[in-house]
């Protein structure tokens, strides 16, 4: 497009114009966003992203037992408000199909996954904590010809996730210790 002086004269006036009304408080009307939310019936609660030690924190809005909305959650000094592309997909956590929702138990040599309570699992999972502790309790060792005291377990390892807060983690490693564990790791090093 050919331009004249005259033109680009008045087409700069026009810009100037333009710019001057806009920083007057003039511009383009703003229309009203006619948008049904998709959470606007769902309920809200918090949560921690499992997936990571940053720990951020999200807002996950349920409806109808289904998570319909996950969000970083503002309020948290950690992520303040953000989620990273694995944070944002924590909803597949719970819509889906192939979570686990009852305790399987599986016997030693066995082929077939049984159906159990948690009132069955828990007492065997401590009996079976217990027993093996005992088994591999190490209590004395022999350095440079003196016997120490070794006081420890070398036949459990604790894994710790992600979601677990410091509260949590607090109580997880000191019921580990207690029982003299020494292979306590945590999934983020890993
Ligand atoms: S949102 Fe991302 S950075 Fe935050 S805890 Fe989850 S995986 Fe880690």
């Known amino acids: 497009m050919e ?21 007057l408080g003039f511009t383009t009307p703003a229309y009203a966003a006619d948008v049904e939310l998709r959470i606007r019936e769902a309920k809200e609660s918090t949560t921690v992203c499992p997936y990571c030690s940053m720990g951020c924190s999200a807002i996950v809005s349920v409806q109808d037992d289904k998570v319909v909305g996950i969000e970083g959650l503002p309020d948290s000094p950690i992520n303040r408000a953000s989620l990273c592309s694995k944070g944002q997909a924590i909803f597949q956590v719970a819509n889906n199909e192939r ?7 599986r016997a030693p040599g066995g082929t077939d996954w049984e159906e159990k309570t948690w009132e069955e699992a828990i007492p065997a999972i401590a009996r079976l904590i217990k027993d093996t502790r005992d088994a591999n309790f190490v209590e004395e060792e022999e350095i440079d010809g003196q016997k120490v005291k070794a006081n420890r377990c070398e036949g459990i390892a604790q894994l710790g996730g992600a979601a677990l807060d410091n509260e949590e983690c607090y109580l997880a490693s000191k019921f580990a210790r207690a029982l003299g564990l020494v292979y306590i790791e945590h999934q983020a090093r890993i």
Do not use: C, E, P, W
Request: glycine share 10%.
């Open 99 to 105: 979570r686990l929702k009852k305790v399987l138990y």
């Open 3 to 23: 331009l004249s002086r005259r033109s680009f004269l008045k087409l700069s006036g026009a810009g100037i114009g333009v710019t001057a009304l806009a920083q």
